[in-house]
């Protein structure tokens, strides 16, 4: 048989609920995903302005136990883990030796002694091959964890009120970056509070098991509130218009958290050493010198479409190239992100466009992020 047959698509516990919502479905870093259930557009603008419920089941949960867990973590991952509160989490990066970004992270403090770290769907393997492969020497144990979650998500202004109705557990008090043990709707859940939208909202880890009976809680609660069910393409959307980067796009093994102007999550002062520590100082310095590419927003005047990939061009010449682009509900615009030459960088350049099919369409160099909620 050959060793090139297509792997089989992976499906969340919430796979029959989609289908029976008219999900168009997609493969999604080997998962079988819902991509929207009607129209991206208005499941984007229900994110902004009542409330949308996501299934995000394909990312990829990995525990990390023992008495040496957290100087695990702190020599695999380049942020400060160790002095994560339990309780709270941080976004962080596991690089290769090179400062190379293998992945961005979420990490959670579940426990003195317990970490639970997401990684992205397409990387989940890799993350958890490379922090077993770190974990040589180290007095902890770290475990595949990803098929004992499910992950669903409520997102947008109106997904305190939702939530609150379903659980007594304190929201109001579950900050930005943390996570609480709770029950919702029966259901017992890690609540966390780490978005990926712009907008206000949580994400409940559960048992696969108890994920429709929460997905329908979720629904029933939402219902006077406008929430809809939301695929990934709208999620595509958020994020942009919030300008986070997205693994495959903005953040490659060819990039170091500093060339991705994230250098602010690398910690070069906590104890110890950590892998692609002498490449990350030598980052650190280049981009302090003279910067590489840098991130900037791009604001279509016309109609068309950047996609990944599309030179940007200025006076005839290819000063950098587009990472993600897509059509801004929110804005009304197309929009952009790319890496662009340092000199080219600053809102308000002028000259600036992208070549669309040989075209020269002009945009508009702005910060990031396009789209900023009001607190």
Known sequence: MSSSAPRPLRHTALDAVHRALGAT???????????RYGSERDEHIAVRTRAGLFDLSHM???????PQAAALLNHALVGNIASVGVGRARYTMI???????LDDLIVYRLAEAEYMVVANASNAQVVLDALTE?????????????DNYALIAVQGPESPGILASL???DLDGLKYYAGLPGTVAGVPALIARTGYTGEDGFELFVAPADAEKLWQALTDAGADAGLVPCGLSCRDTLRLEAGMP?????????????????GRVVKF???GDFVGREALLAAAERAASQPPRVLVGLVADGRRVPRAGYSVMAG????????????????????AMAYVDAAHAAPGTPGVGVDIRGRHEPYEVVALPFYKRQK
Do not use: N, Q
């Open 167 to 169: 659980t007594d557990a």
């Open 246 to 262: 997205l693994y495959g796009h903005e953040l490659t093994t060819g990039l170091t958290p500093f060339d991705a102007g994230l």
């Open 134 to 146: 770190r974990a040589a020497g180290f007095d902890a144990e770290v475990r595949d964890d990803r």
């Open 60 to 66: 990829g949960e990995i525990t990390v136990t023992g």
């Open 95 to 101: 690089c290769r030796e090179d400062g190379g970004i």
């Open 269 to 271: 002062d906590k104890e």
């Open 25 to 35: 479905m997609t493969d999604f870093a080997g998962w079988d995903m819902p991509l």
């Open 316 to 335: 005839g010449e290819v000063i950098g190239e587009v990472t993600s682009g897509a059509p801004s509900p929110t804005l009304g615009k197309p929009v």
